[in-house]
Protein backbone atom coordinates (compact mmCIF):
# COMPACT_ATOMS: atom_id res chain seq x y z
CA UNK A 1 0.00 0.00 0.00
CA UNK A 2 1.37 3.53 -1.42
CA UNK A 3 0.49 6.17 1.44
CA UNK A 4 0.85 9.88 -0.17
CA UNK A 5 0.59 12.59 2.48
CA UNK A 6 -0.42 15.95 1.89
CA UNK A 7 0.38 18.97 4.38
CA UNK A 8 -2.21 21.83 3.43
CA UNK A 9 -1.54 25.18 3.56
CA UNK A 10 -2.06 28.26 2.27
CA UNK A 11 0.89 29.28 0.32
CA UNK A 12 1.86 25.48 0.09
CA UNK A 13 1.63 21.85 0.30
CA UNK A 14 4.07 19.40 1.64
CA UNK A 15 4.10 16.18 -0.11
CA UNK A 16 5.31 12.75 1.21
CA UNK A 17 5.49 9.14 -0.07
CA UNK A 18 5.72 6.05 1.95
CA UNK A 19 7.76 2.95 -0.01
CA UNK A 20 5.60 0.00 -1.58
CA UNK A 21 5.17 -2.11 1.88
CA UNK A 22 3.66 1.24 3.36
CA UNK A 23 6.07 1.42 6.55
CA UNK A 24 8.75 4.12 5.61
CA UNK A 25 7.53 7.47 4.90
CA UNK A 26 10.01 9.85 2.66
CA UNK A 27 9.07 13.82 1.85
CA UNK A 28 8.72 14.25 -1.60
CA UNK A 29 8.38 17.99 -2.50
CA UNK A 30 6.50 21.38 -1.70
CA UNK A 31 3.89 22.78 -4.20
CA UNK A 32 2.24 26.16 -4.34
CA UNK A 33 -1.07 25.07 -2.73
CA UNK A 34 -3.13 26.34 -6.77
CA UNK A 35 -0.96 23.74 -8.37
CA UNK A 36 -2.13 21.06 -5.87
CA UNK A 37 -5.63 21.79 -5.30
CA UNK A 38 -6.06 22.56 -9.38
CA UNK A 39 -4.42 19.33 -9.79
CA UNK A 40 -1.81 20.67 -11.64
CA UNK A 41 0.69 18.40 -14.16
CA UNK A 42 3.41 18.92 -11.80
CA UNK A 43 1.21 17.59 -8.67
CA UNK A 44 -0.44 14.83 -11.26
CA UNK A 45 3.38 14.15 -11.97
CA UNK A 46 3.80 12.79 -8.28
CA UNK A 47 1.13 11.37 -8.10
CA UNK A 48 1.44 9.21 -11.59
CA UNK A 49 5.18 8.34 -10.18
CA UNK A 50 3.91 6.98 -6.82
CA UNK A 51 0.55 5.56 -7.97
CA UNK A 52 -0.73 5.82 -4.27
CA UNK A 53 -3.60 3.57 -3.09
CA UNK A 54 -4.39 6.28 0.04
CA UNK A 55 -4.52 10.08 0.99
CA UNK A 56 -2.84 11.12 3.77
CA UNK A 57 -3.79 14.89 4.97
CA UNK A 58 -2.74 16.61 7.75
CA UNK A 59 -5.48 17.69 10.48
CA UNK A 60 -4.96 20.93 11.96
CA UNK A 61 -5.97 20.26 16.16
CA UNK A 62 -5.38 21.88 18.79
CA UNK A 63 -3.16 21.18 21.61
CA UNK A 64 -6.69 19.44 23.25
CA UNK A 65 -7.02 17.63 20.30
CA UNK A 66 -10.32 19.03 18.97
CA UNK A 67 -9.99 20.93 15.35
CA UNK A 68 -8.27 23.92 15.00
CA UNK A 69 -9.40 27.22 13.41
CA UNK A 70 -8.10 25.98 9.57
CA UNK A 71 -9.15 22.07 9.98
CA UNK A 72 -12.94 22.64 8.20
CA UNK A 73 -10.80 24.50 5.26
CA UNK A 74 -7.91 22.05 5.00
CA UNK A 75 -10.62 18.68 5.45
CA UNK A 76 -13.08 20.23 2.61
CA UNK A 77 -10.18 20.96 0.58
CA UNK A 78 -8.66 17.03 0.84
CA UNK A 79 -11.58 15.68 0.41
CA UNK A 80 -11.81 17.44 -2.90
CA UNK A 81 -8.30 16.56 -3.94
CA UNK A 82 -9.21 12.89 -2.94
CA UNK A 83 -12.59 12.83 -5.27
CA UNK A 84 -10.33 14.39 -8.18
CA UNK A 85 -7.82 11.79 -7.74
CA UNK A 86 -10.27 8.55 -6.88
CA UNK A 87 -8.28 8.06 -3.51
CA UNK A 88 -9.66 7.53 -0.32
CA UNK A 89 -8.85 10.44 2.02
CA UNK A 90 -7.77 9.75 5.52
CA UNK A 91 -6.71 12.31 8.05
CA UNK A 92 -3.73 12.37 10.47
CA UNK A 93 -2.97 14.43 13.77
CA UNK A 94 -0.86 16.66 12.25
CA UNK A 95 0.04 18.88 15.64
CA UNK A 96 3.48 20.10 16.17
CA UNK A 97 4.57 18.34 12.64
CA UNK A 98 6.12 21.81 11.65
CA UNK A 99 7.92 22.52 14.90
CA UNK A 100 9.83 18.97 14.65
CA UNK A 101 10.78 19.64 11.28
CA UNK A 102 12.39 22.88 11.89
CA UNK A 103 14.35 21.35 14.46
CA UNK A 104 15.13 18.73 12.20
CA UNK A 105 16.32 20.83 9.54
CA UNK A 106 18.29 23.41 12.21
CA UNK A 107 20.20 20.25 13.53
CA UNK A 108 21.13 19.86 9.67
CA UNK A 109 22.47 23.54 9.56
CA UNK A 110 19.58 25.01 7.45
CA UNK A 111 18.97 28.75 7.95
CA UNK A 112 15.39 29.84 8.67
CA UNK A 113 15.76 30.93 4.50
CA UNK A 114 16.77 27.51 3.47
CA UNK A 115 14.34 25.62 5.41
CA UNK A 116 11.78 27.52 4.12
CA UNK A 117 10.76 25.37 1.18
CA UNK A 118 11.63 22.50 3.08
CA UNK A 119 9.38 22.59 6.33
CA UNK A 120 5.92 21.38 4.58
CA UNK A 121 7.27 18.14 3.16
CA UNK A 122 9.09 17.36 6.08
CA UNK A 123 6.16 17.66 8.43
CA UNK A 124 3.96 15.61 6.33
CA UNK A 125 6.95 12.80 6.14
CA UNK A 126 6.33 12.94 9.86
CA UNK A 127 3.04 12.63 10.32
CA UNK A 128 2.76 10.23 7.37
CA UNK A 129 5.32 7.90 9.34
CA UNK A 130 3.53 8.25 12.72
CA UNK A 131 0.34 7.24 10.67
CA UNK A 132 2.08 4.17 9.14
CA UNK A 133 3.45 2.92 12.64
CA UNK A 134 -0.36 3.16 14.12
CA UNK A 135 -1.35 0.91 10.78
CA UNK A 136 1.08 -1.04 11.22
CA UNK A 137 0.47 -1.49 15.08
CA UNK A 138 -3.31 -2.34 14.06
CA UNK A 139 -2.22 -5.10 11.95
CA UNK A 140 0.23 -6.30 15.28
CA UNK A 141 -2.83 -6.15 17.26
CA UNK A 142 -5.92 -7.69 14.63
CA UNK A 143 -3.41 -10.38 14.00
CA UNK A 144 -3.69 -11.91 17.67
Known sequence: MVALALDIGDVRVGI???????RVAMPVKVLPATEVVHIAR???????????????CGRPQTMAGT????????????????????LPVVFADE?????????????????????????????ASLFLQA????????????AE
Open 16 to 22: AVSDRSG
Open 42 to 56: SFRQIVEDHEPDVLV
Open 67 to 86: DGPQAERVMATACEIGRALD
Open 95 to 123: RLSSREAKRILREKGLTERKMRGKVDMVA
Open 131 to 142: WLDAQDRKDEHG
